[in-house]
């Protein structure tokens, strides 16, 4: 068959009492140029369809390339649930079928068998309770393909980056030392060069204290640690500004100046960006050998089973990804052909 084959994404989808089936059956009725494999129960599934009084068509992936895809259909990695779902009302009991299928939607990117995965929320508490130490998607991943990571969100109009992830405001000053600041502007650097096509990426890095530290009236953290270490990257050819106050980094006369923030601690930037784009917000995992995004919000219980979830950020991660591998794709022949 001639033309160029769909690229194929891996779709998990999270915790199956919450509404992650239901965005990816809201997905597939997208004509998004993709081949959607979910990586979750058949049944579960066919039950979400129900609930959103439409159909699906599921066809089991035999891993061949697909050239172009009917609304409404979705090929199929089964996982067995181990618990029927009731929405609304997670079970342990289904914390190994949530981790199976993170396990295959990652190994598979990396054997080659997906060209990205994009992940539905899922609900860290029911797999903890289930006595299986879990933090979450990136520590996941990070540990499967043995990187060192950083996460992303990411609209159209803004890409924030984190130095921390989900830790408690205390101990946020300890965490910020000089060689994890270092490790994770190189990293952020190198995928903004990477993947998002960026010859010489401009970084905003955000001081830790209001004002970033009022020359040290408010705090040391930003004369002892981040500017120590900004200094070092631009000897380097980084292209780095601050440490800019966070009260008015985001301001609209300052975006221009930059690609991408890199912020201390989760609450300091992303209130932003989800303020002002919350649908179109895509979470990124930079590092890993494959691409992953995923949905800006959690699993909604309220919500599920009704059939009424918004699926615009699942749609916004698949576009993301889609748009990634482009870029990879394009990149690569851009390279042969030098």
Not at 76 to 93: F, M, Y
Not at 120 to 126: E, F, R, Y
Not at 284 to 300: E, K, M, N, Q
Not at 309 to 324: F, K, T, V
Request: glycine residues 8%; proline residues 6%; hydrophobic residues 45%.
């Amino acid at each position: 068959m001639n033309g160029t084959p769909l690229p194929r994404l891996a779709i998990t989808a999270g915790e199956p009492a919450g509404v992650g089936p239901e965005l990816l059956i809201r997905l597939a009725a997208t004509t998004l140029p993709a081949s959607f494999i979910a990586v979750t129960d058949r049944g579960l599934l066919e039950r979400a369809a129900e609930r959103c009084g439409t159909t699906i068509e599921l066809i089991d992936d035999d891993g061949s390339a697909q050239f172009q895809r009917e609304p409404g259909t979705l090929r199929i990695r089964h996982v067995a649930l181990a618990a029927l779902e009731i929405p609304g009302h997670p079970d342990s009991a289904n914390a190994s079928h949530v981790l199976a299928t993170l396990a295959e939607a990652s190994d598979g990117c990396i054997g080659g068998r997906y060209d990205a995965v994009v992940t539905a929320p899922l609900q860290k508490s029911s797999i903890n309770d289930a006595g299986i130490r879990f933090s979450g998607h990136t520590e996941f991943f990070a540990e499967r393909a043995h990187a060192e990571v950083v996460m992303m969100l990411a609209s159209p109009e803004l890409r924030v980056a984190l130095v921390t992830t989900h830790l408690p405001l205390s101990a946020v000053s300890a965490a910020v030392n000089g060689a994890w600041l270092t490790r994770t502007l190189r990293i952020v650097h190198a995928e903004l060069r990477d993947k998002f096509g960026l010859a010489a990426p401009r970084i905003a890095v955000l001081g830790l204290n209001p004002h970033a530290g009022e020359s040290g009236h408010m705090g040391h953290e930003e004369i002892d640690t981040i500017i120590p270490a900004i200094n070092a990257l631009r000897a380097e050819g980084m292209h780095l500004l601050g440490p800019l106050p966070a009260d008015t980094a985001f301001v609209p006369a300052q975006r221009p100046h930059y690609d991408a923030v890199l912020a201390m601690y989760h609450d300091q930037a992303l209130p932003v960006l989800k303020s002002e784009a919350f649908d179109r917000t895509v979470n990124l995992t930079l590092g890993l050998p494959f691409i992953r995004t995923s949905v800006d919000h959690g699993t909604a219980l309220d919500l599920a089973g009704t059939g009424t979830a918004n699926p615009a950020s699942l749609i916004a991660a698949a576009e993301m990804a889609i748009d990634l591998i482009d870029r990879r794709a394009n990149a690569s022949t851009q390279r042969e052909n030098s």
